[in-house]
């Protein structure tokens, strides 16, 4: 069974850095996308961008390009997510999700990251 | 940038037929995918590459895609189905986006 699990939720100071994960199980990891989608409070979803683990290739929207860093560790089948200075508009829910070509079909629990000082 | 747009919402009485619509330029020809977001939840694929049905999905929930339009059917709505729909398209020029997200009620 295909799952991905979370790290828990985060409460941080604007300017603070922050990483979170998500950890695949059940399918060859290094093999499929994987990526990440925000939801703002109250809010719709927003194409992040993706990973490919076997060669860390990366594909970002360009409303995100530059604003955060997506990694991936093949040894323990794990995406991160990566803020160097989070700011409070950065308050949103976060989900990590398997790229099968051209959609997510598996999608984590979500992480709920809130920035306020 | 590329956008796709959605009806803010979209009302249908239990058992009668659902449209949802995603509207984006030349949008037939990109690749469309549909899902599903209850309440507190997270979303959940019902409709990839156009028109194929996830594993486990229900077959009231049916897709197409073509010129600028893809739709979302929901035949025989049951009040089950009340969530947020999101469209999403793809491809190597666009990367991925997201649909503005469509609220469909179950009167």
Known sequence: EVQLVQSGAEVKKPGESLKISCKGSGYNFPSYWIGWVRQMPGKGLEWMGIIYPGDSKTKYSPSFQGQVSISADNSISAASLQWSSLKASDTAMYYCARHAGNYFDYWGQGTLVTVSS | ?107
Do not use: H
Request: aromatic content about 10%; proline content about 6%; hydrophobic content about 30%.
């Open chain 2, 1 to 107: 940038s590329y956008e796709l747009t959605q009806p803010p919402s979209v009302s249908v009485s239990p058992g009668q037929t659902a449209s949802i619509t995603c509207s984006g330029d030349k949008l037939g020809d990109k690749y469309a995918s549909w899902y599903q977001q209850k309440a507190g939840q997270s979303p959940v694929l019902v409709i990839y590459q156009d028109t194929k049905r996830p594993s486990g999905i229900p077959e009231r929930f049916s897709g197409s895609n073509s010129g600028n339009t893809a739709t979302l059917t929901i035949s025989g709505t049951q009040a089950m189905d009340e969530a947020d729909y999101y469209c999403q398209a793809w491809d190597s020029s666009i990367a991925g986006v997201f649909g503005t997200g469509t609220k469909v009620t179950v009167l």
